[in-house]
């Protein structure tokens, strides 16, 4: 296949083309789908040891020029989450909304001492940054960062490998956040990721990103994965894709993503949305998304109906994959609300083939996270 030249290409671009990755378009990059071992090896290898992503084609945000205090007041404007309370070198998921309460993007907020950093969507990058510019640009510096690269290395044994590289991570918790220096190539790096196990997600100059790679590469428990087995890996884990999962016509609460309201904003308000919000919050919503396990092989994937007995459609499937860990297909999709208790049985179409599901609690596969 041919790429549409005007695509945009990460630092680690000639890597990935090296390595043998099938490249394809997504969010404006050429990005890794898949290396030759292929998604189901690379799947079970993050799983069982450890996958280097490169995820640079993510935007990084700063919010400087004010005590993070008031940049934290600054932000909260914008997102239901409680950022005032966040502790130096912690970091927290959150979603920006819109005013009928739908999620403009979701992105995960860190203390970085003096300032703001936030890891945004690729897709949604340059709108989150015109946004934040629009509404926070008068009270404080907005920087979308340039020529720096992000890293998630994911999977149980990605500890021992950063300790290797001269980082002791041992005290840093899930979603804590830190500057290190990895084989003497200096980072801000965040324990967290989007696979549901221990891994760290690593922000490097893109001048330094190649060096790091390649040292990363060359320990026998790290392979390359690609956006493929990210795909399976967090839809096992249960962690929604903005623009499938979860989008501006969803509200945090549809999607199940009511705890990022933090209690004190639920009496405070004062965030973009807070009507459609907070009423959703006291009553069911119309809609949920849920989890869906679904007989035989043939996954389940966006668009695809979900039917009742009858055979009237109640839903509409926005993720699905054959999960390697089940060994079955797996699914999230949003249903109307009476539909939504597990063990429900429902069905879904996929190539007119009616496919008996069954509501499953999320996540599928138990999340594997550090606690200290």
């Not at 979701?106 to 949604?124: K, P």
């Not at 999962?245 to 933090?262: F, N, Q, Y």
């Not at 807070?274 to 959703?280: F, Y």
């Amino acid at each position: 296949m041919t790429l549409p030249s005007d695509l945009q290409k990460t630092a680690l671009y000639a890597l990935h083309v090296e390595l043998g990755a099938k490249m394809v378009p997504f969010a404006g990059y050429s990005m890794p789908v898949q290396y030759p071992t292929g998604i189901m090896a690379e799947h079970q290898h993050t799983r069982d040891k450890v996958g280097l992503f490169d995820v640079s084609h993510m935007g990084q945000i700063q919010l400087l020029g004010k005590p993070v205090q008031e940049l934290a007041k600054l932000l909260e404007t914008l997102v239901p989450s409680d950022i005032q309370i966040l502790k130096p070198q912690r970091q927290r998921y959150t979603v920006l909304t819109n005013a009928q309460g739908g999620i403009e993007d979701d992105l995960i907020v860190a203390h970085g001492g003096d300032h703001l950093h936030l890891v945004v969507n690729a897709s949604n990058k340059k709108a989150d940054y015109e946004l934040l510019e629009k509404y926070l640009g008068k009270h404080c510096q907005v920087k979308l960062l340039e020529n720096v690269s992000l890293l998630a290395l994911q999977g149980p044994l990605s500890a021992k490998i950063l300790q290797r590289l001269g980082a002791d991570l041992t005290t840093l918790p899930f979603m804590g956040y830190r500057s290190v220096s990895l084989a003497s190539i200096p980072c801000m790096i965040s324990r967290s990721g989007y696979t549901g196990e221990d891994g760290f997600e690593i922000s490097v100059a893109d001048k330094n990103v190649l060096s790091l790679a390649e040292l990363i590469l060359r320990f026998p428990e790290v392979n390359p994965i690609g956006l493929g087995a990210r795909d399976t890996l967090r839809l096992e884990a249960g962690l929604c894709l903005h623009g499938q999962d979860i989008s501006k016509t969803t509200t945090p609460i549809e999607a199940g993503l009511e705890w990022v309201v933090s209690k004190a904003r639920r009496l405070q308000g004062g965030f973009v949305g807070e009507a459609v919000i907070l009423k959703q919050l006291a009553m069911v919503p119309a809609k949920k998304l849920v989890g869906l396990s679904l007989e035989g092989r043939l996954p389940a994937r966006h668009g695809n109906p979900i039917i009742d007995k009858e055979g009237k459609i109640v839903g509409e499937v926005t993720s699905g994959t054959f999960s390697p860990t089940l060994n079955k297909p797996i699914a999230l999709g949003y249903v109307e609300a009476k539909y939504s208790e597990p063990s429900t049985p429902l069905w879904t179409k996929v190539r007119e083939q009616k496919i008996p599901a069954i509501i499953t609690a999320l996540p599928f596969v138990p999340h594997r996270y550090y606690r200290l």
